[in-house]
């Protein structure tokens, strides 16, 4: 058994550009959590958590194994540290925030933050509107700080249930494979991809619309662009993005073995 752990392939319009595994690939071994996703959804780590959930019980009752693969950090992160389920804020209040913080400007709206959440007023980096009003509205929702929300957390492992294993390969010889995979996209229907997620015309916000070549592509498909300008602009997004997951995993993954793959 397979379970998917990285945020682009839960979602069916993205089976090119997220490198899914193919059909030949899902009748070796049984694969789960790929492609479910419409790309007018918003999955979150809490959504795939709650996903995964049930399969993981499964798997223990059964006393069975599975790989779990991704390259999301955040989900490995809940199946070995835990994160908080924090309480849905409502749109009004959301709204409130984000209109409270554009009346007052980021150095006041943080010093207002502060008072109610100094933790979170003194992690979130200058200039993100997002998290700042996020941290205000949870408060606000639910009395309680996020970053005290984010204290209260329970792993999906147990410890010694799981072996951990980080694929490490040499910097170039990932670079040239992220270039290689980009063009072999384009020769299997990325373009025919885009187009459609173009055609249904959903909100830029959603996370499939932020997929590593979308934008790249849909600069091309509207005459913005030229094909090759596309393509070497999905390039370099794409060893842009390897090169967070590689940072991201050797920072908050420091006791993992690893392997060049």
């Known amino acids: 058994m397979i379970i998917n752990a990285d945020s682009q392939q839960l979602y069916a319009d993205l089976r090119i550009l997220s490198a899914r595994p193919t059909a030949a690939d899902e009748q070796v071994a049984h694969h789960f959590l790929y492609g479910v996703a419409d790309a007018a959804e918003a999955w979150s780590v809490g959504r795939w958590s709650r996903s995964v959930a049930p399969l993981l019980d499964q798997l223990a009752a059964d006393g069975q194994a599975a790989l779990i693969v991704g390259g999301t950090g955040l989900y490995f992160t809940a199946l070995t ?19 409270l913080y554009d009346a007052e400007g980021e150095t006041d709206f943080r010093r207002r933050l502060a008072q109610r959440d100094p933790v979170s007023a003194a992690a979130i980096e200058a200039g993100d509107r997002q ?75 959603l996370p499939a619309m932020k997929a590593v070549g979308v934008r790249e592509i849909s600069a091309y498909l509207k005459g913005e662009s030229s094909l090759e300008t596309a393509v070497a602009a999905t390039q370099q997004a794409t060893r842009n993005y390897a090169k967070r997951q590689m940072t991201w995993f050797r920072n908050q993954t420091v006791d993992w073995p690893r392997t060049s793959g």
């Not at 540290?81 to 209109?99: F, H, T, W």
């Not at 799981?162 to 670079?175: C, H, K, N, S």
């Open 131 to 205: 998290r700042l009003t996020r941290a205000w509205a949870v408060a606000e929702t639910t009395g309680r700080s996020l970053s005290d929300w984010k204290t209260r957390t329970t792993p999906m492992l147990t410890s010694g249930a799981f072996e951990r294993l980080i694929v490490d390969p040499d910097r170039t010889a990932l670079y040239d494979n992220c270039d290689r995979r980009v063009r072999n996209m384009v020769e299997t229907g990325a373009l025919d991809e885009v187009k459609a997620l173009l055609e249904r015309q959903l909100d830029p916000a």
């Open 81 to 99: 540290r835990g994160l908080a389920e924090i309480p849905d804020v409502p749109n009004d209040v959301r709204d409130s925030a984000m209109a």
